[in-house]
């Protein structure tokens, strides 16, 4: 049985987010796929990911490269996401990861994350992609006192073992950098990472990718994969692709039910989880300072189950959170009522202003909580990158470019950070996963809550 309702994979049904307003038209046509076409490479997903995969084949191996796309480019996640290009990609802490791989391969992990972000950061020069971006760093924010306890102890250990600088804020430091709220009480800044407008990011990709050689299909939902005669074939409702070689791309939209061996091979191994974001009418500075914030600073806060946002350079502000187990039309309008009263609880005096678009995706968690680059089980020549566990704008960027490494032979898994390198192990009974998902976020919010 599937696991979410068939609403949440209708490509045909708009997004609904505010970076669609922000991009003109014709930045959105791509072709679809038409008859059958033969590539050396076929990509699958046209999110960061699939989008770096195709942009690193064709443009520094010269490679024959196709991908195909459901809906249109930044369908998926990429196209509706908060936009923080920041740290993470895993669900455990460095602490945790340094248990279970060692000191040395968590090091090499918080490397990744970091040159994560230089890779976003160089892709927009390089191709003059205008992403409208700010924010220098991120901030984490207490809830409560007791949470700025752990902020304080998470830093010590993080300068002691990793190096890692943090800067902590009182509650009245963050008052006088205009970062207030009822709900914040101290906070923990990070230098590293900054913020974009994460469709004209996926949109830019797409064209840089296309300029070096890649065709971009778009609208061409794949409807079954087959292997005959060492080829991968992807077939739509109107053609289909054929390649030697495949890489998966589809993060939190894949669905199991597709027949194909590369979707056997991750299939039970993942679970989309509902992420959903507000936007707000641009604010006036006098309502920005009612509220006491006024920092272009990009902060989450330390809830299990967060809340991430941000002052956007027009003066909107965006909201998000995690939550909501379904995504059909009544689950949707139980979400928007959801995190409308969590903004308006966390930010009070704006709880009269206009939100102007509230919208939902699938982030991607793997059994292992960790991301996932490599080579699939039983599918000769097929790769995937994926499960970046919510923070997938930097992370998807440079596992999608080292996927396409991997795919050229240019690097061997052993050159990837431990941590990423799987195996993709499967949830124990996968068809109980939502069940999973209920029972964690009841704990995950008497965590945040209550103890
Ligand atoms: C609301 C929300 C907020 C988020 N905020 C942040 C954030 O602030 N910072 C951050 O780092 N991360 C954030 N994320 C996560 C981040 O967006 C993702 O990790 C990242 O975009 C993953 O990129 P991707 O290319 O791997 O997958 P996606 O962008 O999801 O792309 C996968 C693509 O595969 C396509 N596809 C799947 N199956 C098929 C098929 N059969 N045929 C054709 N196409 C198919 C889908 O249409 C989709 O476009 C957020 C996600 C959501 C949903």
Redesign the pocket.
């Known amino acids: 049985m599937p696991l979410y309702s068939a609403h949440a994979?209708d490509?045909s049904k708009p997004v609904g987010s505010y970076w669609e307003t922000t991009v003109p038209m014709q930045d959105h046509v791509y072709p679809a796929l038409e008859g059958d076409q033969e590539a050396d490479f076929a990509v699958?997903?046209?999110?960061?990911?699939?989008?770096?995969a195709a942009l690193r084949l064709a443009g520094e191996h010269g490679a024959d490269v196709a991908l195909?796309?459901?809906?249109d480019?930044?369908?998926?996640?990429?196209?509706?996401?908060?936009?923080?290009?920041?740290v993470?990609?895993s669900k455990h802490s460095l602490g945790e990861l340094a248990g279970k791989f060692g000191q040395s391969a968590a090091a090499g992990f918080l490397d990744y994350q970091r040159r994560s972000i230089d890779h976003v950061a160089e892709l927009l020069n390089a191709h003059d992609i205008e992403a409208e971006t700010h924010s220098d760093g991120e901030l984490c924010l207490a809830h409560r006192m007791k949470d700025m306890r752990q902020l304080e102890d998470e830093a010590a250990y993080l300068r002691k073992t990793f190096g890692v600088e943090t800067t902590l804020h009182s509650r009245e430091e963050l008052a006088e950098m205009g970062v207030a709220g009822p709900e914040f009480f101290g906070g923990a800044r990070l230098e590293q990472g900054f913020?974009l407008n994460?469709l004209k990011y996926?949109l830019g990709l797409a064209r840089a990718a296309q300029t070096a050689g890649a065709r971009i299909l778009a609208n061409?939902?794949?409807?079954s994969i087959t292997h005959e005669g060492g080829r991968w074939r992807?077939f739509?409702a109107n053609g289909s692709l054929s390649a030697r070689t495949l890489i998966m791309?589809?993060?939190?939209?894949?669905?199991e039910e597709?027949p194909g061996k590369p979707v056997k091979a991750l299939s039970g191994r993942l679970l989309p989880l509902?992420?959903?974001?507000l936007v707000t009418r641009p604010l006036t500075v006098a309502e920005q300072a009612a509220q006491g914030w006024t920092s272009p600073l990009?902060s989450y806060d330390s809830r299990r189950l967060l809340h991430?946002f941000r002052l956007m350079p027009d003066g909107r502000f965006l909201f998000?959170m995690r939550g909501g187990t379904d995504t059909t039309p009544e689950c949707d309008a139980l979400t928007r009522k959801e995190i409308l009263a969590d903004f308006h609880r966390m930010f009070p005096a704006w709880r009269e202003v206009e939100v102007t678009h509230v919208?939902?995706?699938?982030?991607?968690m793997a059994a292992s909580l960790n991301p996932f680059i490599g080579p699939l089980d039983d599918a000769p020549h097929a790769f995937a990158?994926?499960a970046?566990?919510?923070?997938?704008?930097?992370?998807?960027s440079l596992?999608?470019a080292n996927v396409a490494d991997l795919a050229a032979g240019a690097i061997t898994p052993g050159d990837l950070p431990a941590v990423v390198s799987g195996p993709l192990k499967r949830f124990p009974f996968p068809a109980l996963r939502k069940v999973y998902l209920k029972a964690a976020y009841r704990w995950y919010t008497l965590c945040d809550e209550v103890i």
């Open positions: 994979y490509h699958l997903g046209g999110g960061y990911t699939g989008l770096n195909l796309e459901g809906g480019i930044g369908w998926g996640a990429s196209g509706r996401n908060g936009g923080f290009c920041c993470g990609g913020a994460p996926a061409s939902p794949v409807t992807l739509t791309a589809t993060n939190g939209y894949m669905q597709m509902l992420s959903s974001v990009m991430y998000g919208w939902s995706g699938f982030v991607c990158a994926l970046f566990h919510g923070n997938g704008v930097a992370m998807g596992s999608g």
